[in-house]
């Protein structure tokens, strides 16, 4: 759980223990009304002072002493964490944005392209090519049921399919870029993008360090096959889920997105 939500959680409790305590207490040494009494509590506790009624007796007194310790300080507390927890909740926002800039700038730059690359790579492409026309009739339950879809694929990798010189040559010629997004400290905080960037790096370097990725013998095939599958899974999800982002905060960049999908065979930018 949050530690600001769970803290104000807590505040929030004995806050609402020290009112419910108060006014039952006042109901019985002030002999007030439950009206009265919750009031005289709230008054109490919030430090306004006392301008109609206010504690007649010595035991009552004291008890209005007794709540005023008591509960001031979680009074302050409960509203010093709910505005923690408001900007905190602003701040997490504002790096979430960032954070999809910087995934833009990558599928943009880099993942589109690797998308196309690694599904030639899969010979089982074509079960769920279909799946992976988006359109704007699509609603969070679509999006849902293809993320399913994708955890449930069998990814097979077939490197003598495609020309593995390509592939190298594209990465290598992206190699800063990939480096520089990995220095982002934003990325920190999205796990499931981390790994992806780390895994295309690894597969940049696996790759790089061979001269000739054109005469591999199969048991290196295999372990570069190994590099693609890995890559592969993360970014088709991670591409689901930026498209999914782009449906419900840019409608704009959401329509390029689907004109220019790597999966749909008829896409063109051009507008139609």
């Known amino acids: 759980m949050n530690p600001f939500r769970l803290r104000f959680k807590i505040f929030l409790i004995i806050f609402l223990s020290v009112i419910v305590l108060g006014t039952v207490g006042f109901m019985i040494i ?23 009624i206010h504690p007649v007796t010595l ?17 302050l507390g409960v509203v010093a964490n709910a505005t923690e927890m408001m900007l905190n ?18 599928f943009s730059e880099v993942g589109r392209q690797l998308l196309v690359d690694f599904s030639a790579f899969d010979p089982q492409m074509e079960v769920i090519r279909r799946e992976l026309i988006v ?15 994708l955890q449930n694929h069998v990814y097979t990798i ?31 905080e999205h796990e499931a993008f981390t790994e992806l960037l780390q895994a295309v790096f690894h597969l940049t370097e696996e790759l790089s360090y ?10 290196d095939r295999e372990h570069l096959s190994g590099d ?45």
Do not use: C
């Not at 035991?59 to 009074?75: N, Q, Y």
């Not at 909740?89 to 990558?106: P, S, T």
């Not at 782009?246 to 051009?270: C, G, H, M, Q």
């Open 59 to 75: 035991p009552g007194k004291i008890f209005a002493i007794i709540m005023i310790v008591m509960g001031v300080g979680t009074f």
């Open 210 to 219: 061979r001269e000739d990725v054109l005469n591999l013998p199969d048991t």
């Open 158 to 188: 077939d490197t003598k399919k495609y020309d593995l010189e390509t592939l190298k040559d594209f990465l290598s010629g992206n190699r800063d870029f990939l480096l520089r997004l990995l220095e982002n400290p934003t990325l920190l």
């Open 30 to 52: 002030e002999d007030l009304s439950l009206a009265d009494a919750l009031y005289f509590s709230i008054v109490t506790l919030a430090t306004v002072g006392y301008g109609d």
């Open 89 to 106: 909740k602003r701040e997490k926002m504002a790096r979430l944005e960032k954070m999809n800039m910087v995934i833009g700038a990558f």
């Open 135 to 149: 359109t704007n009739t699509w609603t969070e339950s679509d999006f849902s049921r293809v993320d399913r879809l």
């Open 228 to 272: 693609i599958k890995r890559a592969y899974s993360m970014l088709l999800r991670q591409w689901l889920h930026y498209m999914k982002y782009l449906k419900y905060s840019y409608p704009y960049l959401f329509s390029l997105a689907l004109r220019t999908n790597p999966f749909d065979r008829e896409s063109s930018p051009i507008v139609k």
